[in-house]
């Protein structure tokens, strides 16, 4: 995998514990053949080496908005095609578990019920997971050097009880994103790992998915990400995005390289992106597009050209976290003053923008075969 012709990413560094290369699947896929080309997807990578099958597993789901908009949460495809692949090669029903998180301003149950994941989750009868609901959070010591969380939290970072010996898969989607100009596996684990107080970390987002990844590493004895790009989000997202017809899925046992390989898809610079740089210079994982092996098809050529773009909600979240209001930052997110910005957000994006813009966008992609697929479920 190569950058664009005479745009070729820059070294950033030496480590002696960074994995020289990496390996990502790429598929491209049909709504008719998406949910058999997961499990062809999944098995080329060999992903039951990574993946030890004695230990529980996760199924980290993505709910960007409670809303159901096309590529803004994991689909129903791509959680159904991750579980029946694990079923059938021989994973135990038992050990395996979907898992959410929540936010003040996404409800999760009402969110897998409009994205459909409850359905898959019944369909299969394995165990649906609440992270906020009745599981207990503990301290976690690193065992490495925090960047910014130890500062962020000067109390102690607390995670799940239950994540440390699980294996994880996380579940994303590819699209972009007002913080970090895309978001996919890496991003993933924000929800799951830090609780409601997360959103302390916004000026601080690309150092803080890094010691998320060194979190992830340290606890999960197996880590997967599987990410959909049957539609593909681009603009302003995670939520208000233009949709434009993807048609690949993504696997990789290294959170770096899946996102580095989705961001060239896009149109960006990996390297470029301070979230991948700065876990490929920490030997998190491989960002670097030469180092990358593509099994499966060819991605030269591909570019659905997005563009990192705001929204007048997220621009108001940058003059706080970067601009003008940052004097106020800490008055307006420690204090219950937070409020307004939740009222704030609801009142953009589901009161104003689904209502009146991307309900229409909605509309058009449920006439596609993609829309067909998902009333499917």
Known sequence: MT???GQESPMHGDSPE?????????????????????????????????LPKT?????KINISWAKFYPACSTTPWQLDGVIETLLEDGYQK??????????????????????KHIRVVRKHGIRNVHLYEGEPWVPYEPKGEFL???????????????????????????????????????????????DRKRHWTHSVIHETLVDLLMIQKEIHPGLLAVMDGTVVGDGP??????????????ASADQVAIDAVAA?????????????????????????????EIVGDPIDGV???CQKADTFASKGQHALYHGIFKPVERLLTHTPLVVLTYIASWAYHDWYWYPFIGSKRVARYMETGWGELFRSY
């Open 18 to 50: 960074r994995p020289k290369t990496a390996r990502v699947a790429v598929l491209k896929v049909t709504p008719q053949n998406v949910k058999e080309k997961y499990k062809e997807l999944l098995r080329s990578i060999d992903y039951q080496k990574h």
């Open 3 to 5: 950058d664009q012709p």
């Open 303 to 305: 570019d659905f050209h």
């Open 94 to 115: 038992d050990l395996i578990h979907a898992c959410h998180n929540n936010t003040v301003v996404v409800n999760s149950k009402r969110g897998e019920r409009r994205n």
């Open 237 to 250: 997202g995670p939520r208000c995005m233009e949709i434009k017809d993807g048609n690949y899925i993504l």
């Open 148 to 194: 910014v969380l130890d500062k962020i939290y000067p109390e102690g970072v607390h995670i799940p009880k239950r994540f440390p010996g699980e294996n994880i898969i996380q579940l994303p989607t590819m699209k972009t994103h007002v913080f970090t100009t895309i978001t996919g596996a890496m991003k993933n684990a924000f929800g799951g790992l830090l």
């Open 55 to 59: 230990n529980d597993t996760a199924l």
């Open 264 to 292: 060239r898809m896009m149109g960006f610079r990996p390297m470029d992106l301070d979230f991948i740089r700065i876990a490929h210079e920490k030997g998190l994982g491989v960002g670097e597009p030469k180092d990358i």
